[in-house]
């Protein structure tokens, strides 16, 4: 025993070459894996100060929703589809967050956000303030604001932004740049007078006042008055008369409303508002529809950073992919998977745009969902199709396996949601299950999916991105971006 | 409520055929009209969808979306409709069908704007004298 071990200290040192040779040794899963154990050992704890932070959270991301998506983003790309790596699986430091809020076991996103950006959990459903305030006491709220690291790398001169596919007024992005007692009030129409006279204000407003350079994502509503028709014939939500678009270009910064007036923004703009749809943008799956044209995921990311660097003390960015948890809300898997290709595809520009020696990058998700892939599925299966599994001999059958009711079932389904089955469960043999509108069957009938309380992976790259290890409480996040870039300081 | 819910048993259960469209087909980009909607336009279809929960009881309409028509309690403090509705007028007041089951209405369609004048509803696209059933 004691020579075995010893043998194989010396063959991880040496490498590749073994003292013994194995019979497995000629297998690629025996040759890939020793690449990455080399890889691994190469793999330098970079400690410089990090120039840049880029945090990006796939709201509703957990495990089993990545591993999904995974399988989806390479199957599509006509592998099998298990052993595909999505851009961010790539990075080499990883941990596990425990995402409970301070008053809650299953989070919400207001909480998270929160935990993440200022480093300390808080309520569910509040937004930059402290666990000692009610939610919805915008008053005491005033007194129990914490900043953020948006906040932080802005005071210490840093270029800032936030991009998100849901209102850049939502819960994640609106908890790098705003303080408030609910995540609802997202415009001035969500407050009273009596909280306006005592110095509430709302999110959107707190958008301008934040002095970020780069604010990119859905919620025109919450910017422009409701007297006011958008561009895409929708009207606004506000009820003080303000129009924030205009009052961010009298302050000297460009503002465009679909895709087009981003790709042709000019180069030499330092500030840009960019708000693409009058609620939440478009699901990636329906973006070509969009009557004004919306920009993707990692069109918004990379003018976000062509913007922001050129700020020579840095730069802090928030990206969220915020509808991969809306699509497991309505319980559509298709979209959900979609949503996340278009995220990983952010994460993969993020990567080529910036060094890994000035540039940390966290990627993560806010809380989990109910999604599961069950059943005993073949090598390849498609991932949103029937399962089908194997003979006796482990080999691939055709036809579904089927339940105790004789009926087929998909590899995904939910555990509550719109999609539960009431009185007999739909026989799928001949509904399309990969349609993009399909709603996967579920147990408990509630109108919209739920969030789920496990842990969720949180994948890191750049200076003191090896400080992301371990199970880790969530608000954990907050201080290696502050250690890596001495955003306190 | 027993009654409703023997009528809801006894309903002819649909199966989707060929035939069925569904309403995303009624759409080109840009929330256009397709060609399969406009030459369909004053003709008997079969469409696929989820009842939203209804505005107001006792009606004899009722709006037909792609997918239930689910909130999240913590994403949003209203709903907002989808682009991509349908408006659906029944031969009778409507039984209502919970917004989670697929559905397949039968009726003739009706394309370009209109409001209806009892709710003040707008709509795009309708479906009258329509039938509903279950799809199972
Ligand atoms: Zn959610």
């Given at each position: 025993?004691?020579?075995?071990?010893?043998?194989?200290?010396?063959?991880?040192?040496?490498?590749?070459?073994?003292?013994?040779?194995?019979?497995?040794?000629?297998?690629?899963?025996?040759?890939?894996?020793?690449?990455?154990?080399?890889?691994?050992?190469?793999?330098?704890?970079?400690?410089?100060?990090?120039?840049?932070?880029?945090?990006?959270?796939?709201?509703?991301?957990?495990?089993?929703?990545?591993?999904?998506?995974?399988?989806?983003?390479?199957?599509?790309?006509?592998?099998?589809?298990?052993?595909?790596?999505?851009?961010?699986?790539?990075?080499?430091?990883?941990?596990?967050?425990?995402?409970?809020?301070?008053?809650?076991?299953?989070?919400?996103?207001?909480?998270?956000?929160?935990?993440?950006?200022?480093?300390?959990?808080?309520?569910?459903?509040?937004?930059?303030?402290?666990?000692?305030v009610d939610r919805g006491d915008c008053v005491t709220?005033?007194?129990?604001?914490?900043?953020?690291?948006?906040?932080?790398?802005?005071?210490?001169?840093?270029?800032?932004?936030?991009?998100?596919?849901?209102?850049?007024?939502?819960?994640?992005?609106?908890?790098?740049?705003?303080?408030?007692?609910?995540?609802?009030?997202?415009?001035?129409?969500?407050?009273?007078?009596?909280?306006?006279?005592?110095?509430?204000?709302?999110?959107?407003?707190?958008?301008?006042?934040?002095?970020?350079?780069?604010?990119?994502?859905?919620?025109?509503?919450?910017?422009?008055?409701?007297?006011?028709?958008?561009?895409?014939?929708?009207?606004?939500?506000?009820?003080?008369?303000?129009?924030?678009?205009?009052?961010?270009?009298?302050?000297?910064?460009?503002?465009?409303?679909?895709?087009?007036?981003?790709?042709?923004?000019?180069?030499?703009?330092?500030?840009?508002?960019?708000?693409?749809?009058?609620?939440?943008?478009?699901?990636?799956?329906?973006?070509?529809?969009?009557?004004?044209?919306?920009?993707?995921?990692?069109?918004?990311?990379?003018?976000?950073?062509?913007?922001?660097?050129?700020?020579?003390?840095?730069?802090?960015?928030?990206?969220?992919?915020?509808?991969?948890?809306?699509?497991?809300?309505?319980?559509?898997?298709?979209?959900?998977?979609?949503?996340?290709?278009?995220?990983?595809?952010?994460?993969?520009?993020?990567?080529?745009?910036?060094?890994?020696?000035?540039?940390?990058?966290?990627?993560?998700?806010?809380?989990?969902?109910?999604?599961?892939?069950?059943?005993?599925?073949?090598?390849?299966?498609?991932?949103?199709?029937?399962?089908?599994?194997?003979?006796?001999?482990?080999?691939?059958?055709?036809?579904?396996?089927?339940?105790?009711?004789?009926?087929?079932?998909?590899?995904?389904?939910?555990?509550?949601?719109?999609?539960?089955?009431?009185?007999?469960?739909?026989?799928?043999?001949n509904v399309d299950v990969e349609d993009m509108d399909?709603?996967?069957?579920?147990?408990?009938?509630?109108?919209?999916?739920?969030?789920?309380?496990?842990?969720?992976?949180?994948?890191?790259?750049?200076?003191?991105?090896?400080?992301?290890?371990?199970?880790?409480?969530?608000?954990?996040?907050?201080?290696?971006?502050?250690?890596?870039?001495?955003?306190?300081? | 409520?027993?009654?409703?819910?023997?009528?809801?048993?006894?309903?002819?259960?649909?199966?989707?055929?060929?035939?069925?469209?569904?309403?995303?087909?009624?759409?080109?980009?840009?929330?256009?009209?397709?060609?399969?909607?406009?030459?369909?336009?004053?003709?008997?279809?079969?469409?696929?969808?989820?009842?939203?929960?209804?505005?107001?009881?006792?009606?004899?309409?009722?709006?037909?979306?792609?997918?239930?028509?689910?909130?999240?309690?913590?994403?949003?403090?209203?709903?907002?409709?989808?682009?991509?509705?349908?408006?659906?007028?029944?031969?009778?007041?409507?039984?209502?069908?919970?917004?989670?089951?697929?559905?397949?209405?039968?009726?003739?369609?009706?394309?370009?704007?209109?409001?209806?004048?009892?709710?003040?509803?707008?709509?795009?696209?309708?479906?009258?004298?329509?039938?509903?059933?279950?799809?199972?």
């Amino acid at each position: 025993m004691k020579k075995l071990l010893a043998s194989m200290v010396a063959t991880v040192v040496a490498g590749t070459t073994f003292a013994n040779d194995l019979p497995q040794q000629s297998s690629p899963w025996f040759q890939d894996a020793q690449n990455v154990l080399m890889q691994k050992m190469e793999t330098p704890r970079l400690r410089g100060q990090a120039k840049n932070v880029i945090l990006f959270v796939a709201d509703g991301n957990g495990v089993s929703s990545n591993t999904a998506i995974r399988i989806f983003e390479g199957q599509a790309q006509g592998l099998l589809g298990e052993e595909h790596e999505l851009s961010f699986e790539k990075f080499p430091h990883l941990a596990l967050a425990k995402t409970y809020n301070s008053n809650a076991q299953t989070p919400d996103s207001a909480g998270t956000a929160t935990a993440m950006l200022a480093g300390v959990k808080t309520r569910q459903g509040v937004v930059g303030i402290t666990d000692n305030v009610d939610r919805g006491d915008c008053v005491t709220a005033l007194d129990n604001q914490i900043p953020s690291a948006l906040h932080l790398a802005e005071r210490k001169g840093k270029a800032t932004g936030v991009v998100s596919t849901a209102r850049v007024t939502h819960a994640t992005p609106a908890a790098a740049y705003a303080f408030a007692a609910d995540r609802n009030f997202e415009d001035d129409s969500a407050l009273s007078d009596e909280q306006k006279a005592a110095g509430c204000v709302d999110i959107a407003s707190q958008a301008l006042t934040a002095d970020m350079e780069v604010i990119l994502g859905g919620g025109r509503r919450h910017f422009i008055p409701a007297e006011l028709t958008d561009e895409e014939g929708k009207t606004g939500r506000r009820t003080d008369g303000r129009d924030l678009t205009k009052e961010w270009q009298a302050q000297g910064g460009e503002y465009v409303w679909n895709r087009d007036g981003l790709m042709k923004l000019d180069p030499n703009a330092d500030r840009v508002l960019g708000l693409f749809e009058s609620s939440h943008m478009e699901y990636e799956a329906d973006r070509e529809g969009d009557a004004g044209g919306e920009p993707s995921l990692a069109e918004m990311t990379a003018a976000a950073i062509n913007v922001l660097n050129k700020d020579e003390d840095g730069f802090f960015l928030l990206v969220e992919s915020g509808r991969v948890d809306h699509a497991h809300h309505a319980g559509n898997a298709y979209r959900a998977m979609m949503d996340g290709v278009a995220f990983a595809e952010a994460v993969q520009i993020a990567t080529q745009m910036t060094n890994l020696e000035d540039t940390l990058i966290i990627v993560t998700a806010d809380h989990s969902h109910t999604l599961v892939m069950q059943g005993y599925a073949q090598r390849g299966n498609p991932i949103l199709g029937l399962s089908k599994g194997l003979d006796s001999q482990g080999n691939p059958v055709t036809e579904p396996s089927l339940a105790k009711d004789g009926k087929p079932y998909t590899t995904i389904a939910y555990v509550n949601g719109p999609g539960a089955v009431q009185g007999e469960r739909q026989d799928l043999s001949n509904v399309d299950v990969e349609d993009m509108d399909f709603v996967q069957q579920a147990l408990i009938p509630m109108s919209s999916e739920t969030h789920t309380a496990e842990d969720v992976a949180i994948y890191a790259r750049g200076p003191w991105a090896w400080l992301i290890d371990g199970t880790v409480e969530q608000n954990y996040i907050f201080h290696v971006m502050d250690h890596a870039a001495g955003l306190s300081q | 409520m027993k009654y409703l819910f023997v009528f809801l048993l006894f309903l002819p259960i649909y199966t989707y055929s060929s035939d069925t469209i569904k309403i995303r087909e009624l759409y080109a980009g840009d929330m256009q009209f397709s060609e399969l909607a406009k030459s369909l336009d004053g003709k008997r279809v079969k469409i696929s969808g989820y009842m939203a929960p209804p505005l107001k009881a006792q009606a004899d309409f009722f709006v037909l979306t792609k997918m239930p028509m689910a909130v999240c309690p913590f994403c949003e403090s209203e709903a907002d409709w989808p682009d991509d509705i349908l408006f659906v007028r029944g031969k009778d007041t409507i039984d209502v069908i919970r917004y989670t089951e697929p559905l397949i209405v039968t009726g003739i369609l009706e394309l370009g704007t209109k409001v209806d004048e009892e709710t003040g509803f707008v709509s795009r696209v309708r479906v009258v004298n329509a039938d509903y059933e279950r799809a199972l």
